[in-house]
C-alpha cells in the first residue's frame, strides 16, 4: 500500500512536469519558426512574457520525480541512471543551455547576440524533450533490466518505441504550448497573435493524433507487453484521451481558449495510460513495484516530507501562475504588423 501510494504520488509529479515544462518546451519550438527579427517580435515577446516567470519553477517537478524515485525506488534508479545515462546527459546539457541561452538572449543588446542565443534556446527546447522521451520509451518497452548498467547503453534509447516516444514527446510540448499561448494571446489582446497561434495549436494537434495513430503499430511490433497493457487495462484511459484531444481542437476551432486547455487533460490521461499499463511492473522482466520499493520506513518518511512540501510548494506554485494568468499582466506584445 505504501509502495503504490509513492508510485503514485509520483507520477502525479510526473504528470505536473509534462503538462507545464512541457509546454515550456514547445514554446522554445515555436519561438524557433516565429519568423524574422522584425516579423517574429510580437509571437517572441508573448512567449517570453509567458514562460518568463515560471520556466525556472517547472523543473521543480523534475527534481520531484528524481528525488521521489530515488528514495522509494532504488533499484529501478539506479537501473534507470546507469543504462540510460546517454540520453539522460543529453537531456540535462539541453536543460542547461536552454535556460542559459534564454537568460543571455534578454540581457543583450545586439542583433546577431540575440540570435544566437535564441536559436540556442530554440534548438534546446526541441532536443530534451525528444531525449526525455527516448527515456520512457526505453523503460516503457522494457530494455532496463534491473541491476547496474545492466542494459544496452546504446539500444536501451535507440530503438523504435523510444524514437516514437521522443516524437510524440515533441509533437505533445509543440501541442501543448500553442493551446497556452492562444489563451494569453487573447488575454493580451491582439487578434494577429491568437490567428497564429491557433493554427499552430490545430496543426500541432493533428500531427500529435497522427503520430499517436503511427505509434499502435510502432508498439505492436516492438513493445507488445505494452501494447498488451494499454489495449487492455488502460483502454478506457486510452480512449478517453482521444476523444478528450479531439475534444480540444474542436473547442479551439470555436474559439474557446480556455475550455480547450482540455488538450492538458488528454496528456495527464496518456501519461496515467502508460503508468496502468505497465503496474505492478516497474522494470522487465520480473522488478515489481512491492519487490523495487524502499522499506516501509523510508516511504513513510517520504510521504511525510512530500504532504510538508507540499503545504509550501503548491499555493506558491498557485500564487505564481494566478498572478500572471490576470489581464492587466498581460504582455507588450509590440506591433503586429512590423515587418
Known amino acids: 500500500m505504501l509502495a503504490d501510494t509513492v508510485l503514485a504520488v509520483m507520477w502525479l509529479g510526473l504528470m ?18 516565429a519568423g524574422g527579427s522584425r516579423r517574429g517580435r510580437p509571437q517572441r515577446a508573448l512567449i517570453e512574457h509567458t514562460i518568463g ?15 521521489m524515485l530515488w528514495s522509494g525506488f532504488p ?55 525528444f531525449f526525455l522521451g527516448t527515456v520512457a520509451g526505453g523503460v516503457a518497452s522494457g530494455r532496463v533490466p534491473p541491476g547496474l548498467a545492466a542494459g544496452s547503453t546504446v539500444t536501451s534509447w535507440l530503438n523504435p518505441t523510444s524514437f516514437l516516444g521522443g516524437v510524440l514527446a515533441v509533437v505533445t510540448c509543440a501541442h501543448l504550448a500553442a493551446v497556452y499561448l492562444c489563451a494569453d494571446a487573447a488575454r493580451a489582446g491582439g487578434p ?11 496543426v500541432s494537434g493533428l500531427a500529435a493524433g497522427a503520430v499517436a495513430l503511427a505509434g499502435i503499430a510502432v508498439l505492436h511490433a516492438d513493445a507488445p507487453r505494452l501494447f498488451h497493457g494499454l489495449t487492455h487495462r488502460a483502454l478506457p484511459l486510452v480512449v478517453l484521451s482521444a476523444l478528450t484531444g479531439v475534444a480540444g481542437l474542436v473547442l479551439l476551432r470555436r474559439s474557446l481558449w480556455g475550455w480547450a486547455r482540455a488538450a492538458a487533460l488528454a496528456v495527464a490521461l496518456i501519461i496515467w495510460a502508460w503508468g496502468a499499463a505497465q503496474y505492478p ?17 523510508v516511504l513513510a518518511a517520504v510521504l511525510i516530507v512530500f504532504l510538508a512540501g507540499a503545504l509550501l510548494l503548491v499555493p506558491s506554485l498557485g500564487w505564481l501562475y494566478a498572478l500572471f494568468q490576470r489581464p492587466e499582466t ?6 503586429e504588423d512590423g515587418r
Open 16 to 33: 505536473c512536469y509534462a503538462l507545464f515544462a512541457g509546454a515550456d518546451f514547445g514554446a522554445g519550438l515555436w519561438d524557433l519558426v
Open 53 to 67: 516567470p515560471v520556466w525556472e519553477a517547472n523543473h521543480v517537478w523534475l527534481i520531484f520525480v528524481v528525488v
Open 75 to 129: 533499484e529501478v534508479f539506479a537501473a534507470v541512471m546507469s543504462t540510460l545515462y546517454l540520453p539522460l546527459t543529453l537531456a540535462a546539457l539541453g536543460i542547461i543551455a536552454r535556460g542559459a541561452a534564454f537568460a543571455f538572449r534578454k540581457a543583450s543588446n545586439r542583433l546577431w547576440q540575440q540570435r544566437l542565443f535564441g536559436a540556442c534556446f530554440a534548438a534546446s527546447s526541441v532536443v530534451t524533450p
Open 192 to 202: 494577429g497573435l491568437v490567428r497564429a497561434f491557433r493554427s499552430r495549436a490545430l
Open 281 to 297: 511492473l516497474m522494470l522487465a522482466p520480473d522488478l515489481t513495484v512491492a519487490r523495487a520499493a524502499a522499506p516501509p520506513s
Open 330 to 335: 498581460g504582455a507588450a506584445t509590440g506591433s
